[in-house]
C-alpha cells in the first residue's frame, strides 16, 4: 500500500513537471481598434462579443473576439475611468466606473446598454468586480483599499486593510483570487473574505500585479503591470511560464504595463494597456 502511494506521488510529480515545461502560448492577432489604456476584459455570456474596458475613453469597447475589430460601444456619456466588467446570471452587466466612485449596473438587449442601477456604498474607486455564483457581487475599491461584498445591493460583508485591490476572479472551488496590487501579492479569499492563502512578490517577483482569470485546470494568468509580463501559476503555486520581455516594449510577446486578462478554453486575451490594443494568443500543452 505504501509503496503504490509512493508510486502514484511520484507520477503526480513527473505529470506537473511535464505540465510546467510544456505549457505554449502562441501570438495569434494584434487589435487595431483605437483605444486608450484598455484595461479588463470580458467575454459577453454567449461568447459572441468581447467587452473592453477602455479607460481613456471612459467607456465600455466592444469587440468581435476572433477578429478583434470594433463591433460597438457604450457608457461614454456618463462613465468615467472605466476599468472592469463582469455579468450576472440574468446577463447584466456590472461596469467599474472607477472615477465616479460607483459600480454601474446595464440591461444588455443585444448590443444595447441601459443603465438600471449601481452601487457605491463603502467603495472609492472601484476596479474589481466579480459576480459569485453564490449571488453576492464582489467589488475591489482600489482607493479605499477595501473588498466589499453586495447582496440585493447591501452590503453584506467587508475586507480592509488593502492597498490599492483591483481585479477579483473565481477560483474553481468558489474561492475567490484577488490583486492586491500596492502590496505586490496575490490573496485567495473565502466567500466570507476570510484570507486563505497569499502568492507574494518574493516567490512570484510581483510589481503592481492587476487583473487576473483562471483557467478551467485551475491555472492562474496574472498581468503584472509593472514587470511588463503575464505569468502563469499553477494550483500548487509552481510559476509555469512568463510572457514578456520585462522591459516596456511592443511587439510579439512582448508588453508595456499589461493589465487586463480574459481567458476561454485554449484562447487568450490580454491588454497590452500601454501600448493601447488588446492581443489574443492561443494556448497548448504540447
Known sequence: MKLRLCILIIIGLLQSVAFAESIQA???????VALSNPHDLKLSPDGK??????????????????SLQLVSQFGADHQSGTHDIDFDAQGRAYV????????????????????????????RGPEGVLIHPNGQVYVAGAWSGNVVAYADGRV??????????????LAADGNIWLADAGNDRVLLLSPELEIR????????????VRYLDVREDGTLIAADKYTHNIKFIDPDGELLLVLGSGKPEIGVNKFTTPEG????GNTLWLSDSGNDRVVKYILSND
Open 49 to 66: 462579443y468581447l467587452l473592453v474596458s477602455d479607460v481613456g475613453n471612459n467607456r465600455v469597447t466592444i469587440l468581435d473576439p476572433d
Open 96 to 123: 467599474a466606473d472607477t472615477h465616479n466612485n460607483r459600480v454601474t449596473i446595464y440591461q444588455m438587449n443585444g448590443l444595447e446598454a441601459s443603465l438600471v442601477g449601481e452601487l457605491n456604498a463603502r467603495i
Open 26 to 32: 502562441r501570438f495569434a492577432l494584434a487589435s487595431k
Open 197 to 208: 492563502r497569499e502568492l507574494g512578490r518574493d516567490s512570484y517577483d510581483f510589481n503592481g
Open 156 to 169: 453584506v460583508g467587508e475586507l480592509k486593510g488593502l492597498s490599492s485591490p483591483h481585479d477579483l476572479a
Open 261 to 264: 486578462v480574459e481567458v476561454d
